[in-house]
């Protein structure tokens, strides 16, 4: 998703939450640009929602909730950014979805090396010496 350029992408969107748990496990979701306030869910329990459904998918809030309290609850509890309606550019809320998607590459190829690491190092690893 918005890998190739700006106007390269896919959307799907839900008009109630959780949005896109099926979807979510299938694969294929690059990330979740999620508004707080849908029909039957608002707030910060729409964020808890979606994250329990897709935790490894990367979330977007894009919301005409002004509120930093909320917003840094939901960014302490997985959303990759924070976006307030009408104070940022379409430029901006595709910048902040590239760098989120990347974001999550990057530290799940983290995550794999420090497994790889750690069994590699495991396997090598000789018991204590006791002295003579």
């Known amino acids: 998703m918005l890998r190739h350029g700006p106007a390269r992408s896919t959307s799907s969107a839900w008009g109630s939450s959780p949005p896109g748990s099926s979807v979510s496990r ?7 640009l999620l508004d707080l306030q849908l029909p039957d869910s608002e707030g910060i329990v729409t964020f808890e929602r979606t994250y329990a459904f897709a935790p490894d998918v990367p979330i977007v809030v894009l919301t005409e909730m002004d509120d930093e309290e909320v917003a ?16 940022v550019s379409p430029a901006i809320v595709v910048k902040s979805i590239r760098s989120a998607v990347e974001r999550r590459r990057f530290l799940s190829a983290l995550r794999s ?11 090598r690893r000789r018991p204590p010496r006791r002295p003579p």
Do not use: H
């Not at 299938?26 to 979740?32: E, S, T, W, Y």
């Not at 840094?72 to 104070?87: F, H, M, P, R």
């Not at 090396?113 to 396997?123: K, M, Q």
């Open 113 to 123: 090396l420090s497994l790889s690491v750690r069994s590699a190092t495991g396997r």
């Open 26 to 32: 299938k694969g294929g979701i690059d990330a979740v």
């Open 72 to 87: 840094i609850a939901t960014v302490q509890g997985g959303a990759q950014d924070y976006l307030v309606k009408g104070e």
